[in-house]
């Protein structure tokens, strides 16, 4: 299934230097529509009044966690079938389990390589 | 107090005296040093009971009072508070202020990764996917600032962990208001789940996390 590289892609992370890496990574592999959040919360204002094919968030950040933005999105009707890829250090196995019982799509875990990011995108995007 | 079920003088201390100057009133003749001296070996037999039931619990009370007294004095010249005035907070200082040098310097070498970007944009063929390649490389290898601004932010915490303690043992040594802090401590949220970067020895890596989600 053909992935439709010019969709709009969130990136949520409280790092700005993660979310620059991020973009650049996302533009090397042909995803120029890129926007950014800073915490959860606004991530999710900017998910309500936009739309966007795909969204990758870090899980550690705050007021909002990366889990219950995942939470948020799943509860909405509009956001609901958002694919959704959690980037974190969070890597214990009751971390993976809380993220794929709210609905994760996918899970990488930092440090992460651009291979892992671009074969991730591709698993989520060609199911959704 | 004196007198117990066990003790073998049940009379009390005043009432045998009481009754030693009866006897006195009674018996005018007999030597004044005499009696004197009937009373000084009683109450120093009584003296020798009583110390040899109490003593040991004295002596123990004794030896707890001088040992407080003694943890204090040490406990005052290691300047403990100096530990929660100067030392954690100079540690949380100096840590905050390698999150912020790292943090330049990534941005730093970003800045010049996007140039390289655009360079490798105008160039084609093999020069512009070598280049590409190296500036991949560089973005996933600067991933390290978030890493280790996680992981400071754990010690930072650990050392604010370690500072309401001292603060606690030096207030509890001080023998002011007892704290209920410890308490605070164990409020299970949400937060429980962000535990952050693990060691390398107990983290999970990529492929694992792959099997655990495929379990699903």
């Known amino acids: 299934m053909a992935i439709d590289k010019s969709m709009n892609v969130l990136i949520v992370d409280d790092y700005k230097t993660m979310l620059r890496i991020i973009r650049n990574l996302l533009k090397q592999i042909e995803f120029n529509n890129v926007e950014e959040a800073s915490d959860g919360a606004d991530a999710l204002s900017k998910l309500r009044g936009g739309n966007f094919g795909l969204v990758i968030s870090d899980w550690n950040m705050a007021p909002m966690t990366g889990l219950q933005l995942l939470q948020e999105v799943r509860a909405d009707n509009r956001l609901k079938s958002t694919p959704f890829i959690m980037i974190t250090a969070e890597s214990k196995t009751e971390n993976v389990i809380a993220a794929k019982a709210a609905g994760v799509s996918n899970y990488i875990v930092k440090p992460f390589n651009a291979e892992t990011l671009k074969d991730k995108i591709e698993k989520v995007l060609g199911h959704a | 107090m004196l007198d117990s079920p066990n003790d073998p003088h049940p009379i009390g201390i005043d009432a045998l005296k009481q009754k030693l100057a009866a006897i006195r009133n009674q018996q005018p003749q007999i030597e004044p040093g005499m009696i004197t001296e009937v009373v000084r070996a009683v109450l120093t037999t009584i003296s020798d009971d009583l110390t040899a039931k109490e003593s040991s619990l004295l002596r123990e009370v004794e030896e707890l009072g001088q040992m407080i007294a003694n943890t204090k004095s040490e406990i005052a010249a290691l300047r403990v508070d100096d530990i929660t005035d100067h030392d954690i907070p100079f540690a949380t200082d100096e840590l905050d202020a ?54 400071i932010t754990k010690v930072v915490n650990t050392l604010k962990t370690i500072e309401g303690k001292v603060a606690h ?44 989600l495929a379990d699903f």
């Open chain 2, 169 to 212: 043992i030096v207030s509890t040594f001080g023998a002011t208001a007892a704290g209920a802090r410890d308490a605070a401590d164990h409020v299970a949220t949400d937060a429980d789940l962000l535990n952050g970067p693990q060691l390398p020895a107990h983290a999970m890596d990529q492929s694992d996390i792959d099997k655990l």
């Open chain 2, 98 to 151: 390698i999150v912020e040098h790292t943090a330049h310097a990534t941005d730093a070498i970003l800045e010049s990764c996007e140039m390289l970007d655009e360079v490798s944009a105008t160039v084609s063929g093999d020069a512009a996917a070598k280049l590409q390649a190296a500036t991949t490389k560089i973005y996933e290898a600067c991933s390290f600032q978030d890493i280790t601004g996680q992981r």
